[in-house]
DNA sequence: GCCGTTTTCGGCCCGACTGTTTTCAGTCG
């Protein structure tokens, strides 16, 4: 069951898509958009909140304060029922064909009857939609293709795999002559969990060169677009990237517009205009004058917009603006903060490098201690003992000396479908750090998969609760559980929750790590390494923290050794639980 | 429908590209 602040925000996107192919007020379809933005991203369960709560959510006025309200007591809205009447759902579903707006949506269901993407492709087959007005020979072949390629490819990219191909990329565009600058922008450089595409931006004088070579890439297996500035190619492997060209010294205000996020650009858009000024691309410009005002880096054009520069995994418009006008942008962690990794395997069980390997390539990334993690016996197939385990500890201290790095002997329990763990408490009091997780029984529900993980986390010996939700990114949903339930407990007994670094799973993802520390609950950044290039996805896991708002102070393993100790001997209260922000 | 250190009414982000048009509408990001 999800979150009510989803479902209302999903209520108000459903108003917002059926306003607009009713034909309603653009700026009140915006409104609506605006809303289930802001519904979605405020950290407060909106189910505790009354009119007046929710009306003091920004971009929630007394109208749909009273929807919501409506939405949250009975599960429907009457307004929005009266729409269902009028626009049949699968002439929503056209809005997900690419190319196919709310006016198009309208007109082949207002001219052709058509209610589903089936049906639209039937009329484009007998060519009934090309002597509609504003439509011709290409754009339904264009349709026919875009209703192609959504139902084939379409499906969003892992983080792993989209800085790949952009770094592949971008080396390419670097070598070309003229190019001053060249980096990944979009949702890519906000570190969103997948991408829908990629967004590169190049600066040089000269456009066309970078063009070619671009839309000649032996990769590319057709071009979408090719314009002066602007181009899109799909890859041989179904991805779409997309290039901006340009003129460096407009780099700074281009490199914000294509970060994005939409949302974050419109509220820095909308600043400049009561300013008096204009942003795009190009640039800050005063509205009258035409005068350019900043426009070479970012920091200068945020500055001018009398903002701090503002982190780019923050870029969602969920507060971050407001923060940043008061001086309370969060400082968040990065990578150089992190002094250890709490979550790793080795060959014991199902990793695949010896524990010596492992411990070196962590005193090799400058790590202060390390967490030798491999499963419990439980997970049967990892055959783990008590026996190999005491001597896998035996191992670590006695390695610990030569190898210049604190070792933290701890191990990875199975959380039973009742809660229940490996070993006993007397056992479990030897190791220096326990995690715990969920590894089957996925499908519990809510209510039972709740008590299950609160019993771990009220554990005395649980330090860490990994990889909370159980996702796969491409593969597995999350589980079901009444997370801030679960992260008010893990505050009051001082049990951290994992954010998950593997690009396949990025779990605790950035809302809940919101959510998390709103709750209190303290954080552990950790790879899950069962293999040493596994050490490097740290960086993920710091982004998906970052876009939780998460501070160096909420991650256990940004601490000093000490204070990492004292926490994990979870005595409560947690330490220094008022000195965060 | 939302919002206000010009405003409680009248604004509401900006530009590229495409395809259909001869100056623009629709879509996208």
Known sequence: ????????????????????????????????????????????????????????????????????????????????????????????????????????????????GITSVTELL???????LQHLPGWGERSEANLVQAVHEAHTGGARIQLGVALGLAEEILAGLCALPRVRQATYAGSLRRMCATVGDIDLLVASEEAEPVMEAFCTMALVAR????????SS?????????????VEPHSWGSALLYFTGSKA??????????????????????????????????EEAVYARLRLPWIPPTIREDSGEVEAALLGELPDLVELRDVRGDLHTHTDLTDGIATLEVMVAAAKARGYRYYAVTD?????????????????????????????????????ELNIQPDGSLDWDEDFLAGFDIVVASVHSAFRQSRDVMTARILRAVEHPC??????????????????????????????????????????DRLDLDGDLVRRARHAGAFLAISTDAHAVPHLDNMRFGVATAQRGWAGSADIINTWPLGKLRRFLAKHSPAPDADQRR
């Open 122 to 128: 039937d009329a484009l087959h007998e060519h009934r």
């Open 375 to 411: 499963h419990a016996p439980l997970l049967y197939m990892q055959r783990m003992t008590t026996e190999k385990a005491l001597e896998q500890r035996l191992q670590i201290r006695q390695l610990e000396d030569a190898a210049g790095i604190t070792l933290l002997h701890g191990t």
């Open 233 to 245: 190619i799909l890859t041989t492997k179904g991805v779409q990237v997309d290039l901006r060209v």
């Open 264 to 297: 974050h650009n419109i509220r820095l858009r909308e600043m400049a205009v009561r300013a008096g000024q204009k942003l795009s691309e190009y640039g800050l410009f005063d509205a009258d004058t035409d005068r350019l005002i900043a426009a070479e880096t």
């Open 1 to 112: 069951m999800p979150r009510s602040n989803d479902a209302a925000a999903q209520m108000l996107q459903e108003f917002a898509d059926l306003l607009a192919i009713a034909g309603g007020e653009p700026f009140k379809v915006r409104a609506y958009e605006k809303a289930a933005r802001a519904v979605a991203g405020s950290p407060t369960d909106i189910a505790d909140l009354d009119e007046k709560g929710l009306d003091a959510i920004p971009s929630v006025g007394a109208h749909l304060a009273r929807k919501i309200l409506e939405f949250l007591r009975t599960g429907s809205v009457e307004e929005l029922e009266e729409l269902r009447a009028q626009v049949p759902a699968g002439v929503r579903s056209l809005l997900d064909v690419p190319g196919l707006g709310p006016v198009r949506a309208h007109q082949v269901y207002a001219e052709l």
């Open 462 to 503: 649980v330090n860490v609760i990994a990889h909370p939700t159980g996702r796969s990114i491409a593969r597995r949903a999350p589980i079901d559980a009444d997370w801030d339930e679960i992260f008010r407990a893990a505050a009051r007994t001082g049990t951290a929750l994992e954010v998950n670094s593997s690009p």
């Open 223 to 230: 071009v979408l677009v090719r314009g002066d500035t602007k």
